[in-house]
């Protein structure tokens, strides 16, 4: 089975920088799109940054964030600068997956990581 962990979280103060990592493991053919997404509480989950043939970014995040893959390491990061209050969530990493012995793509997410910006 194809897990993905995270790390990498934890509490900063506004204007400081964190690197969260996520990694997949498993009996893994490829993988596609790998990203992060975010959920504060009372709030939907947004993406944060998505990596494919491209990057994506919502402009909420646009110029801070930056992702980024190891494909060797079949881990994706997350580079988060100028970090904001309102970036505190809990942080989910994301990827399509085809497993070796599958034959289509599945979308699996990791357990989440606690990202809290202070003031």
């Known amino acids: 089975q194809v897990q993905l962990v995270e790390s990498g979280g934890g509490l900063v103060q506004a204007g400081g920088s964190l690197r969260l990592s996520c990694a997949a493991s498993g009996s893994i053919f490829s993988i596609n799109v790998m990203g992060w997404y975010r959920q504060a509480p009372g709030k939907q989950r947004e993406l944060v940054a998505a990596i494919g043939g491209s990057t994506t970014y919502p402009d909420s995040v646009k110029g801070r964030f930056t992702i980024s893959r190891d494909n060797a390491k079949n881990t994706v990061y997350l580079q988060m600068n100028s970090l904001k209050p309102e970036d505190t969530a809990v942080y989910y990493c994301?990827?399509?997956?085809?497993?070796?012995?599958?034959?289509?793509?599945?979308?699996?997410w990791g357990q989440g990581t606690q990202v809290t910006v202070s003031s």
């Open positions: 994301y990827a399509s997956i085809m497993g070796s012995r599958d034959a289509s793509s599945y979308g699996y």
